[in-house]
């Protein structure tokens, strides 16, 4: 059992550290205007260099947009970053290990990648100088660009300044295909990044405290439980009453158990760690599309796997119906397939980031209220109707956190219940 | 314009919620002793109905 956990744990940290997120600071709209108007003057790439960008103007889409995105090290308090391993590829140059406190807060390069907003970027451009390098900064323009559809759309492209020159540079590889705005890029980030390190603290305070449960029911057998056992004992009888006994059905549901409550707790978990808003919780976990994919894909493996002749055969070939609807029913039953899990990533992945951008966009209100700090009145007004409504936030958030972990659980349980069903030939009239 | 799809999403997914605690209730009402049942279920379809808004919001946002 203990084993399948840590498969479990151990695939998803794995999976989910290949940068599958498609939240990167690249798809944050900087509502930087004058890199725009400079840019609509026909100036050629790159122009931005030179330019002092340092504007003190509080940007509250690109601040929270920040905030909910992975990064390469871990913002702490104020100039306080605790370092992050970067592991990366890029073809043709190899593997590159280094810690993130290399770079000095962004202002070095090295071998060709550059700290962007706490993101890794990497230089294409091979003359680029390798080795360490003093870099002037990073710069930001908006272009109008020709997508797919021969549209157009405006797109953020970020510069690395080297003595007054310009080079482009590229975000890391995303598996989503450009829908997201990602794509493959000239490397991969394979990084212990933010969400991964407060992912393995998840499964590490999980491991710990599920230990402690486990000796407790080895001590306590047959008695009343005590300690730590106790305060979890309601959680599982609530996943068996609630979840899995009613879902999957008398006969099979202990053989889902395992599964079902590693999504319920890990999910709960996460959502937990990161309403904590400083170090080591603030990482949005759960809001990342790579690791709500991850436990999808999960769910979507274990419930096929487990199907029965019965399963399949609604799917394919639905019984009881005339011939001519089957012709209609089997495209979207074998949608719906696929439909189900993505709904599972998209609603978990909504729920979480939706949460954190109200309370990053209250807190906010500070900044907004009180004119980047010239408004006195305006930050305390700010600060008390920011600090009440993230206070009431918070409380709904606790809420989410508890419910969306659970509808995750009841929904793959009720997923795999229709997999293992077992239909009488007599109800396959109806 | 994706704003506006956005909103108008979340709508639908207020007035779906809103009807499915509207009935909720009233069947606790009829039956309190049916009081898990119900509510099991509801969160389940509320969760459904949340999904079908939650694709309309992120299909709105990406379309900008």
Redo the contacts between chains.
């Keep these: 059992m203990n084993f399948r956990y840590a498969l479990i744990f151990t695939a998803s940290l794995f999976i989910s550290a290949f940068s599958l997120q498609a939240q990167d600071h690249g798809s944050s709209h900087d509502q930087d205007h004058s890199a725009l108007s400079h840019e609509e003057h026909g100036d050629h790439e790159g122009s931005c260099c030179g330019q002092e960008e340092h504007s003190t103007e509080y940007d509250p889409v690109s601040t929270v947009m920040h905030h909910i995105a992975d990064a390469n090290e871990f913002h702490i308090w104020k100039d306080v970053h605790m370092p992050l391993p970067c592991i990366l590829y890029a073809p043709g140059q190899g593997w590159s290990f280094f810690m993130s406190s290399k770079f000095h807060h962004g202002t070095l390069a090295l071998d060709g990648y550059v700290l962007n907003h706490g993101r890794v970027n990497r230089v294409a451009d091979p003359s680029f100088p390798k080795g360490e390098q003093h870099i002037d900064g990073v710069c930001h323009e908006a272009r109008m660009v020709l997508d797919a559809k021969g549209a157009e759309t405006e797109k953020d492209f970020y510069f690395v300044c080297l003595d007054g020159k310009p080079y482009q540079l590229d975000p890391p590889s995303t598996l989503d295909g450009g829908v997201l705005g990602g794509g493959l890029t000239s490397f991969y980030d394979f990084s212990i990044t933010k969400n991964v390190f407060a992912m393995i603290l998840a499964s590490i305070l999980l491991i710990l405290v599920f230990s402690a449960v486990r000796k407790g029911y080895a001590r306590n057998e047959g008695k009343a439980p005590s300690g730590i056992q106790s305060f979890f004992e309601p959680f599982f009888l609530f996943v068996k009453d609630e979840v899995t006994l009613p879902m999957i059905g008398e006969k099979h549901y202990e053989r889902f158990q395992p599964f079902i409550m590693t999504l319920f707790f890990f999910i709960l978990f996460c959502n937990l760690l990161g309403l904590i808003p400083f170090f080591p919780g603030s990482a949005n976990i759960t809001g990342n599309l790579g690791v709500t994919l991850t436990l999808a894909v999960f769910a979507f493996i274990i419930t096929n796997i487990n199907g029965n002749k019965d399963y399949w055969e609604h799917i394919f070939w639905m019984p009881g119906i005339p011939a001519w609807v089957k012709f209609i029913l089997t495209p979207i039953e074998i949608l719906s397939v696929f439909i189900k899990p993505f709904a599972l990533m998209i609603r978990l992945f909504a729920n979480i980031s939706a949460g954190h951008i109200i309370i990053l966009s209250l807190i906010g209100l500070i900044f907004v209220f009180g004119q980047n700090g010239e408004n006195i009145g305006g930050v305390f007004a700010g600060g008390i109707v920011g600090g009440l409504f993230t206070a009431f936030m918070n409380l709904i958030e606790l809420l989410v956190a508890f419910l969306q972990a659970f509808i995750f659980a009841i929904l793959t349980a009720s997923y795999i219940g229709a997999a293992v069903e077992e239909h009488h030939h007599e109800e396959a009239h109806h | 314009m994706g704003a506006i799809g956005a909103g108008i999403a979340a709508l639908g997914a207020g007035l779906g919620v809103g009807l499915i605690g509207s009935r909720a209730m009233e069947a606790i009402a009829r039956q309190p002793e049916a009081v898990?049942l119900i509510q099991?279920n509801m969160?389940?379809t509320a969760?459904l109905v949340?999904?079908a808004a939650?694709?309309g919001?992120?299909v709105g946002m990406?379309a900008?």
Excluded: D, P, Q
């Design positions: 898990s099991r969160i389940l969760a949340e999904g939650l694709f919001i992120v990406l900008k």
